[in-house]
């Protein structure tokens, strides 16, 4: 459109010079999002239930 012509063969060397670059900063990213949602705290609430005679548990995780 701008008059830049660009082959895949300068994509696939961009990406292999700078990609492990990008994929390290999104893999620190998503485990600093996963260690701020940590506080959160979860609880397990049991229900029993009978069917056709038989009791059985139904868990579930409730967070709080």
Known sequence: MRGIDVSHETFRFWWKRFGSMFA???RRRRVQQLRAFSRWQWHIDVLFVKINGERHYLWRA???
């Open 24 to 26: 390290y900063e999104i």
């Open 62 to 64: 409730v967070e709080n």
